[in-house]
């Protein structure tokens, strides 16, 4: 079974900086089967890349994703106000379970 | 429009059951492998089943696993969960999320409590 673990647990930075979130599996997952999604408080997550690397539809090009094999990385270039939230990874795709990291809290510094 | 809306949440007590209910709107289900996710109060994301397209293929986590069952009605449109012997760390909202590239559509999510 894979885990994902996600650090840090809490960032705190200001806006217009940049922001780097990590991924760690516990054993190699596919890069073309991992995804990351951002969740702000009461609502439902939201898609933000697909396939490690792949932005979905209407995602600000300020997000983008890389990694492969056991560490993958989210990166939000630029900080805006709206991108304070939690941010997940989940491993998805044809494999038995499809689990989700424990999340990574963005909050304002 | 892509919609998924839940239903069927509520309080039960411990031991209980419920069926969750999820339908579908705006695609054609039946090309889509569906999955619950579920989320406690203050909590992360817990993905908790997933069924293939047709129904045929199934999987859990091990939490849920034996008391859960994921199915699909694709005339219908919609997808379910039963949860049986439900207990307190069952609490949660549950979502629905369609498995496009990623997890790329999700409904608003169905509250389910139990407690005595």
């Known amino acids: 079974e894979i885990v994902l673990t996600q650090s840090p647990g809490t960032l705190s930075l200001s806006p217009g900086e940049r922001a780097t979130l990590s991924c760690r599996a516990s054993q190699s997952v596919s890069s073309s089967y991992l995804a990351w999604y951002q969740q702000k408080p009461g609502q439902a997550p939201r898609l933000l890349i697909y396939?490690?690397?792949s932005r979905a539809t209407g995602i600000p090009d300020r997000f983008s994703g890389s990694g492969s094999g056991t560490d993958f990385t989210l990166t939000i270039s630029r900080l805006e106000p709206e991108d304070f939230a939690v941010y997940y990874c989940q491993q998805y795709g044809s494999s038995l379970l499809s689990p989700f990291g424990q999340g990574t809290r963005l909050e304002i510094k | 429009e892509v919609q998924l809306v839940e239903s069927g949440g509520g309080l039960v007590q411990p031991g209980g059951s419920l069926r969750l209910s999820c339908a579908a709107s705006?695609?054609?289900?039946?090309?889509?492998?569906m999955h619950w996710v579920r989320q406690a109060p203050g909590k992360g994301l817990v993905w908790v089943s997933r069924i293939n397209s047709d129904g045929s293929s199934t999987s859990y986590a091990d939490s849920v696993k034996g008391r859960f069952t994921i199915s699909r009605d694709n005339a219908k449109n919609t997808l379910y969960l039963q949860m049986n012997s439900l207990r307190a760390e069952d609490t949660a909202v549950y979502y629905c999320?369609?498995?496009?590239?990623?997890?790329?559509?999700w409904g608003q999510g169905t509250l389910v409590t139990v407690s005595s």
């Open positions: 396939g490690a690397s």
């Open positions: 705006g695609f054609t289900f039946s090309s889509y492998w």
């Open positions: 999320a369609r498995l496009g590239r990623g997890c790329d559509y």
